[in-house]
């Protein structure tokens, strides 16, 4: 069965239940401790995590809960809504063969549970800290502390776009706790002994994850844990970090253990879009884990500026596949926010452009030959292009995203001091076509 096959099965499987169902409601769990604020899958608005309350089985998360059984939309999911109604496979069928490929039958299941039961998650995603080298264009002040302190000093950007200005402000919420005293965490612990017995993958993201302690602690209990080294055990991290740290995370890891490194495009192009990144350094890193034995993949959070020099990323990773066969993945979610660099503002050249990607990612693909891309990484790629396509900005919307992306990438070079001109000579006449 295709991957489209069996997603059209779980669409038809949500529908006798309810036109609103999703699981991930129940089994799916993330968080960060750093700022105290989870949400239910990462398309859904956060909620504070409070030292009195589970972090899981919310009152609000239960009220939706029982909503999706009534065949309510709720508004917190309304970016899976809006996919689905230009006919594109929204993330709660997409990300359900998390929980359907474990346990076929945990649909019905679920749905056989009452709204106010309390769950532990299947799947849980979590940060320590939002610590982090990293300055990446598309990231925000809650999510790394490089980009809290450049805003600190600097000040806020300006943005035409409230949802655009919102990621690159102080509102708060960057970081309730300090890395050395966080009573999240203390609660975390506690709490993770129990929610470990119903775990099948835990993720840890950042921040940079191996810039914190906690990591390898997990890690390290992980791999001791009598019982549970089925769990699946997955590592964010921009692979920027001390060959120390990348020795200390290969020796920790089980062998169910998969590293996800982060990188959007190939260069100087990516080294401008994830400010802080060295592609030689990331490359070897690469090359380390993957002739230790440790599973990769490579993940990437595509954008507008993904487009010009994507074709060298997928070079390398068709590279790295057929010299270390079955070790080596790639998964391309769209960025859809902030919207001034999402691919939603190209224009009729750049999407031909994709097009092209598409195409080559798709005469590179076999489900028989482990050395190319199998169809699910295809598919993922093809939803990229598909939302690109039927999804574009117009009119105001496009107007002000595209003026908000030349005064992004010229505050981002006078505060950096980098250049986005030589880094993106491809694209000097959009950089004009915007300002007019």
Known sequence: MTPVEYYKQLRQEYDEISPSFCVLKWHHLEMHLGSAVAHSCFHCPQYDLSLDEDF??????????QEMLDGVKSDECSYCWKQEEIGITS???????VYTLKDASIIQSTAKMKSD?????????????????????????QNSSSWFEEIKKHGPLDMLSLDNAGNYTLNGKEERYSDNDNPMVDKFWKWFK??????????????????????????????????RDDIAFHVNSNLCVSDRRIDRLIDCLHTNSIVYASIDSWGPQAEWIRHGLNNDQFERNIEKLLSSGVKVGIMVTFCLLSIPNFH???????????????????????????????????DDIMLDNLQDLVYYVQTN??????????SGESTKFER???????????????????IDFVNFIDEHDRRRNTNWHTAFPELEYFYKECKQ
């Not at 993330?91 to 063969?97: E, F, G, K, N, S």
């Not at 693909?365 to 199998?374: A, V």
Request: hydrophobic share 35%.
């Open 56 to 65: 899981h089985n919310t009152k609000q998360k239960k009220a939706v809960r």
């Open 91 to 97: 993330p709660r069928i997409t990300l359900a063969p």
């Open 117 to 141: 039961e309390d769950v532990f998650p299947k799947y849980l995603e979590m940060s320590f800290s939002n610590t982090c080298q990293f300055k990446c264009s598309y990231c925000s002040t």
């Open 194 to 227: 129990k929610a470990i017995t119903h775990l099948h993958t835990l993720r840890v993201t950042g921040g940079e994850p191996l810039l914190n302690e906690n990591t390898f602690k997990l890690a390290k209990f992980l791999k001791n844990h009598p019982c």
């Open 312 to 346: 060298e990323l997928i070079a390398f990773v068709l590279k790295m596949k057929k010299k270390y066969p079955w070790m080596l993945t790639i998964d391309t979610p769209m960025m859809s926010d902030p919207k001034h660099l999402s691919a939603l503002i190209l």
């Open 365 to 374: 693909t076999s489900d028989t030959d482990i050395c190319m891309f199998n």
């Open 384 to 402: 990229v292009y598909d939302w690109c396509k039927t999804s574009r900005f117009t009119g105001e919307e496009l107007k002000r995203n595209r």
